[in-house]
């Protein structure tokens, strides 16, 4: 669309929009509502359903809205007889197979049909003949359910397969009267979006079966809040019923989700009410657990980690996890472990993970950078498997939008086919690559034919080079990732995007769980003064990553160690250094909500709240910080991970202070540099969340109006405010399906809502600090990255070996896939995967095991052969069920080389 705009008149009220954009959806965002049934304002246009039908002066007949664009003068009407008549006629169409079972149906009280049928339909039908039947209803994925009756064939489900998820996996068949949706034979709709069809379907033909016959929504309580199966932060609305969380819809939010979000995110939510899963706190007593009060288990917590400080030191205590929280939870438990028990042995990743101060110091990228980007590089794992709607984002970019693609994997994925050059580096070769390919860009030239087509895509274009930045491997280390970006960040046109993978890995790494750093992208000596003041001491020094913890506790270091809902035996690398370190330390707390192969050991049990039970904020991996939102008490007596850490440093004699999530928000708010002005109050106005360093992205925030009007007084457009009635409850339909809330409503505004883009005043305002408590010595600077690097050149690939990529799966033994019964059929079976060419030279077939050697140990898997997988490259899926990757991976090794022979 054109930033020029133009002027039209909609029954007598004249708007302005965008030259180009369709007349549907300028009405909209006037708030003028067109009744649609197959228009979505993500996907094309096709004009199938022809209720937006309207007249337009000067035009012969009546052009439908989803298609036809406003231009300069454009005169419409939407009241006029033959305009309704024409709505008339197409829902009377509509009706005529279409059942009559509302009373049973999933989408009933929520239903675009039936509110329009109410607005715009002739009031009764003329058809008493028989209506056409299907059997009802088949499975079209293993989370979807058709029932073809419903159908009104507006395509909205099949287009979001081919257009958005790039999943062309239903489609119509047959003619006439009998045209229906379905899959290919033998080819169901297996996708990692296919729960957005469901959202987006204006009529109850396709039903989650998670939700099927759940409840009403009606019955619905809703909060929105951000997802946390990953790092990317998609808005959702969760809803509840007797307490218990039934349905998680996408949120419309332009700059992350814009509305869209993957089956694990949306199906994912079950894990909170599994029965595993433990409510009261365990203390450890006779070498059984046995559940204890919270006083009781807190004092036998804070006892042993002061007894192993009061023999060791505060090096002989750590930390470990964390990046699964809120940005509250990892605040206060790095004032208790770095400025109580003055540890820095803190860290939210567990070795899978990049520097800190990588994350933290490299020039920073959004989402939405993508979108303009001169040219997006892939220097990351595969974003469909770890950051699914990432994928689709960058997907569109380059698919749709014509953004270069350089992909720098080391081997094929989701995105291959739409990049403009596949570079595949073998593992620890990416800093030698990416040193090529700034200079091709540079000089335009290069001998390498790949290279050589990525440097010419960029040429000319103008705008910044998107880096999305990750670990393309568990088997290789993070300095060959590193040494990569140390050469792109060269350039003064290069940003970066974290690619990691937990969700609030980015909030944890922010806000002090990492070894040499202190909340608000600081370092340890930097900010030393600052927090010192502040909290009443920090460590002495810096201290140990996961990898130093578990190497420290082997050699017996480690006295007393927290696991911050973190399974290091199944999370990290090397699994024989995790079995080793794990089983010298003395006294273990978990601080989790479920029971694991590491933490079955702890001495202490700390059940701590999960999603959809605790309120705070999060980090996505842009840097931008959201609210989460508590909707149903936890079972039991488990409690919020920082209260948990404020209890335990009150028995140390710390007493914090912090009586509500708000109070820590606000606390970080005057305390960490680069959250400086993130209050709770402008967490609850602005509508996308705000990005830190606030200072550089304050003409980015929007209020949503409900948000503005708690803060300011201003009063909020909702729907059915409006006084025409027919207008109102077809307002109702257009917001379920521009955020999936429904008529249950969202206690949180955001969103697809009204927005407000707020005034210096009002800026400053809802960001204030209190000074009093800002401690009175120079706020440290935020870190900036030196781009040191010490990586050592990888050693050449042998001859005789292939050199290991391991890599995640959506589907994997975490807990959220194995306790929500929606998902826990779907993760893959553990397979190595080797390019047909080194499957033959070993004379094995598809399906033959294989024992695979490595220099850590041996394990024995199924082989296949995998065009995807170059020559020379083999391919495990990390954290699978039974012994996996971890088995045979060395944290200490450079890039992991391994043999096969052959069992068959």
Known sequence: MSAELVTLTIDGKEITAPKGSMLIQAAQDAGIFIPRFCWHERMKAVGMCRMCLVEVEGVRGLPPACTTPVAEGMVVHLQKDNVQKAQDGVLEFLLINHPLDCPVCDRGGECPLQDQTVAFGPGESRFVEEKRHFVKPIEISPNVLLDRERCIQCARCTRFADEIAGDPLITFVARGDRTEVNTFPDDPFISYFSGNVVQICPVGALTAKPYRFRARPWDLQTSETTCQSCSVGCRGAVQSS???????????VEPVNQGWLCDKGRFGFEFVHAPERVREPLVRVGGDMTEQSWPQALEVAAEGIRKAIDLHGPGAVAVIGGARGSNEDAYVWARFAKGVLRTDNVDAQLGDGLPPEVVNGLPEAMISDCDDAAAIVLLAPDLKEELPVLYLRVRRAAAELGVPLIDLSPRDHGLTKHATANLRPIPGEQGRV??????????????????????????????????????????????????????????????????????????????????????????????????????????????????????????????????????????????????????????????????????????????????????????????????????????????????????????????????????????????????????????????????????????????????????????????????????????????????????????????QGPGEAPSDEEIDEITAVDESAVPDVPRPEVLVWDRAVTSPP??????????????????????????????ANLAPSDVLLVHPSDRDRIGVTDGGSVRVITARGTTVLAVRGDDHTPSGTAFMIFDQPGEGAAEIIDINQSVMDLRLESLS
């Not at 007797?242 to 419309?252: A, E, I, M, Q």
């Not at 842009?622 to 939102?629: C, D, K, L, S, V």
């Not at 690939?797 to 589907?811: M, N, S």
Request: glycine share 10%.
């Open 242 to 252: 007797s307490n218990r969380l039934v349905r998680f819809l996408g949120v419309d």
């Open 794 to 823: 990888a050693p050449p690939p042998d001859g005789y070996a292939l050199r290991l990529v391991a890599g995640r799966k959506l589907y994997d033994a975490g807990r959220v896939t194995t306790s929500s019964p929606a998902l």
């Open 434 to 751: 990416a040193e090529k390919l700034l200079a091709a860009i540079n000089s335009g030239t290069s001998s390498d034919p790949q290279i050589r087509a990525a440097a010419q895509a960029v040429s000319g274009r103008d705008g910044n080079i998107v880096v999305i930045l990750g670990r393309p491997s568990m088997a290789e280390s993070a300095d060959h990732t590193v040494a990569a970006a140390a050469a792109l960040a060269a350039s003064p046109r290069v940003r970066f995007l974290s690619a990691l993978r937990r969700s609030n890995v980015r909030g944890a790494l922010d806000l002090g769980l990492s070894p040499g750093t202190l909340p608000g992208r600081v370092t340890l000596d930097a900010g030393r003064a600052w927090f010192d003041a502040a909290w009443g001491g920090t460590p002495e020094a810096r201290g140990l990553d996961t990898a130093g913890i578990l190497q420290a506790a082997k050699a017996g270091k480690i006295h007393a160690l927290v696991l911050l809902g973190a399974d290091p035996l199944a999370d990290f690398p090397d699994r024989k250094l995790a079995r080793e370190g794990l089983d010298a330390i003395s006294f273990v707390v978990a601080v989790d909500a479920f029971g694991n192969e590491s933490n079955r050991r702890c001495d202490v049990f700390l059940p701590v709240t999960l999603w959809g039970e605790k309120g705070g904020s999060t980090t996505n991996l842009e840097g931008r910080i959201q609210r989460m939102g508590r909707r149903v008490s936890p079972e039991g007596t488990a409690m919020d991970d920082w209260r948990i850490a404020a209890e335990l440093a009150f028995r140390f004699g710390v007493d914090f202070d912090l009586e509500t999530v708000d109070e820590v928000t606000d606390e970080i708010a005057r305390l960490a540099p680069a959250h400086l002005g993130v209050t709770s109050r402008l967490l609850g106005a602005a509508r996308d969340g705000a990005v830190v360093p606030l200072a550089d992205h304050r003409d980015a925030l929007v209020f949503s109006s409900a948000g503005v009007a708690s803060e300011f007084g201003w009063e909020p457009i909702r729907p059915g405010t409006v006084p025409d009635e027919a207008f109102a409850a077809a307002q109702t339909a257009n917001v379920v399906e521009a955020s999936g809330t429904g008529s249950a409503g969202v206690t949180q505004p955001g969103g």
